[in-house]
């Protein structure tokens, strides 16, 4: 199953960082036992990512409060995990 996390970071490296730091654990089953060895990463345009969180979120907040959501979090921040991921 494909799987994907939005992260707000500065650089995909930091992005990457957060993501094994934060999501993958080594506690993780899947780490643990080899099955994710490797992960492919996707830089998005501002844009892209926007569209993204705002429409995972369009049922609960009006597009003026995810917008403000999405640039009032800081650096390092996952803003969306997928439902495949929890």
Known sequence: NEYYA?????SKKQADFV?????????DECVISGLM????TT???EQKAL???MSS???YET???IKQ????TTNETILLIDADLI
């Open 57 to 59: 979120l369009q049922e």
């Open 6 to 10: 939005l992260i707000k970071a500065e």
């Open 69 to 72: 959501g999405f640039y009032e």
């Open 43 to 45: 830089e998005l345009t």
């Open 63 to 65: 597009d003026e409060e």
């Open 19 to 27: 993501y094994w730091r934060d999501v993958v654990t080594h506690e």
């Open 37 to 40: 060895t490797k992960f492919i």
């Open 51 to 53: 569209k993204l969180f």
